[in-house]
């Protein structure tokens, strides 16, 4: 499946040229990454072949099913990202920097699987949260015994706080 992902450039005029991915749960498990339970995105990859080198640029937009942070729930993250590469030539493979990957000069292909996972896995928020959280329409049990804790801190209140609370 990885070689669904390979580009083929050597025979590629000079000029832009645009490659479209549907990505699905079946694309992370070769990455073996399960923080996602299903996927549904769209990858575009743009590829600008010069004489010496080339630039990619891969933009990723959909959805991906994630559990909340905080409630435990399910929902559909909106994702949207892109990610710029320049692609040089020279003795041997090198992907050491972020932005520059050197290729073999004998190279006539590129997997551009591994990039976009990474543009999808960076463009997911870090923190998690259903919008039904952050709206306050969202009933799970989870929530109420936060709230329920959140309570029992606040009549816990040190006297020496009120103390110096007072000086202000």
């Not at 005029?13 to 399960?34: C, P, S, V």
């Not at 399910?74 to 992907?95: A, H, R, S, W, Y």
């Not at 049990?141 to 959140?150: D, G, N």
Request: with cysteine; hydrophobic share 35%.
């Amino acid at each position: 499946m990885r070689s669904d992902y390979l580009i083929s450039f050597k025979g590629l005029k000079q000029g832009e040229h645009h490659f479209d991915y549907d990505i699905d749960k079946k694309f992370f498990d070769l990455f073996t990454y399960d923080d996602y339970l299903d996927a549904n995105i769209q990858a575009d990859v743009t590829l600008v072949k010069k004489s010496t080198l080339m630039e990619l640029t891969f933009h990723i937009k959909g959805n991906v099913l994630v559990n909340c942070d905080l409630s435990g729930e399910e929902f559909n993250q909106p994702i949207e990202g892109t990610l710029d590469i320049i692609v040089k030539f020279g003795e041997k493979f090198n992907n050491d920097d972020e932005v520059i990957l050197i290729l073999p000069h004998e190279s006539h292909s590129l997997d551009v699987a591994q990039y976009i996972y990474e543009t999808t896995i960076l463009s997911t928020p870090i923190k998690r949260v259903h919008p039904g959280v952050l709206d306050g329409s969202l009933k799970s049990e989870a929530l109420e015994k936060l709230k329920e804790l959140e309570n029992k801190k606040e009549e816990k209140i040190d006297p020496r706080w009120d103390k110096l609370k007072g000086l202000i």
